[in-house]
């Protein structure tokens, strides 16, 4: 069965950095896109990023462009989230996500930005 395991979050103060891995199993990874979207207290889940299958192309939340980077290992059946100048608005539970079919959610990493 498809499971997608995240790991990385984390405290950290503004202005710092952490890396967000997804581990994925049960299907082809490399022949689908991936997904990062996080969820605020009080706040809708949204987009933060995407990556093609291949990793030739991705796209970013206007808030997170310039600051986090998407990329995948096809190898490793893993997609990266790197968020660097951390602001405390990004404070939120972080999740992967696959559409195979239907959606898929990992079950979500604690991101706290705080002083």
């Known amino acids: 069965q498809v499971q997608l395991v995240e790991s990385g979050g984390g405290l950290v103060q503004p202005g710092g950095s952490l890396r967000l891995s997804c581990a994925a199993s049960?299907?082809?990874?490399?022949?689908?896109?991936m997904s990062w979207y996080r969820q605020a207290p009080g706040k809708e889940r949204e987009l933060v990023a995407r990556?093609?299958?291949?990793?030739?192309?991705?796209n970013y939340a206007d808030s997170v462009k310039g600051r986090f980077t998407i990329s995948r290992d096809n190898a490793k059946n893993t997609v990266y989230l790197q968020m660097n100048s951390l602001k405390p608005e990004d404070t939120a539970v972080y999740y992967c996500?696959?559409?195979?079919?239907?959606?898929?959610w990992g079950q979500g990493t604690q991101v706290t930005v705080s002083s």
């Open positions: 990556i093609t299958a291949s990793g030739g192309r991705t």
């Open positions: 049960g299907f082809t990874f490399s022949s689908y896109a």
């Open positions: 996500s696959a559409v195979i079919r239907t959606w898929y």
